[in-house]
């Protein structure tokens, strides 16, 4: 069963500001977590990951690094002999360890945990609050699976999304301007309004979102992975977003070429 894995800043800031927890200090200054999210639908043979974003959490100073890497990016496939094929095609090929894989080859990191989540769950996540706010940077709209709604969204003019609405607003990439570049702005987009809506909630509120929410976190990553002790110091998060920078190019099919000068400037934000 896919669980909810969008949650992780969020499942972060719970254990940092409440004291339920047994309190034990390790030495852990930074961590690396592959955030990915498998959008499956009834009648697909095979699940490709279409979100795929690689954090690093300082534990120091609350900061969050987090990467976009582009669904068809040309990369080495370390299921399939370092063939060259699309990154979102690895989860197919060869499931959650082919993807870790793959993308700890390319960043060149050794440690690297995850988290996943179905699309589908992001319905849960807003309705837990209700409905989200969010102000369009395009205009469009976009159908769900059965086709019986669309939702349509106005560049410009603000609205209260319910959880059905949001996943539409974050599936939607044929329609916009850039693809899924422009599709991965709204995902961050969703994901740091849900992390304002948590920092807003009370110390006993933020308990029940968090007991919620840990039976539909699907992680590897245990307590021994954090830093409790510096976790709990930290009054807010701080977020760099990057996306890796490239070209498109076709052979038989759309390839997204990485540059390489710009990835190894971003491999020096993890460890």
Known sequence: M???????ILFIITISLTSFIIIKAYDKDKINI???????RENDEI??????????YNFSNGSITATSIPRDSYVKITCKDNAYDKVNHAYAFGGEECLNETVKQLFDIKDLKNIMFNFENVVEIVDYFGYIELT??????????????KYCFEKGKKILADGKQVLAYMRNRKSLPNGDFDRIKNQRQVLQVLIEKVLKLSV??????????KKR?????????LNIKKLINIKQIKLNEYTLKGEGFID????????????????????
């Open 136 to 149: 369009p940077n395009f205009t469009f709209c976009q159908s769900d699976e059965s086709f019986t709604n």
């Open 2 to 8: 896919k669980k909810v894995s969008l949650i992780l």
């Open 47 to 56: 699940e490709r990951s279409d979100v795929i974003i690689l954090m690093n």
């Open 34 to 40: 592959l955030v990915y999210g498998v959008d499956g």
């Open 204 to 213: 006993i509120d933020k308990i029940k979102f968090y007991n919620y929410f």
């Open 252 to 271: 038989t099919y759309y390839y997204y070429k990485l540059d390489q000068e710009h990835l190894e400037k971003i491999k020096k934000y993890y460890i």
């Open 217 to 225: 976190v699907d992680t590897d990553i245990g307590l021994d992975d």
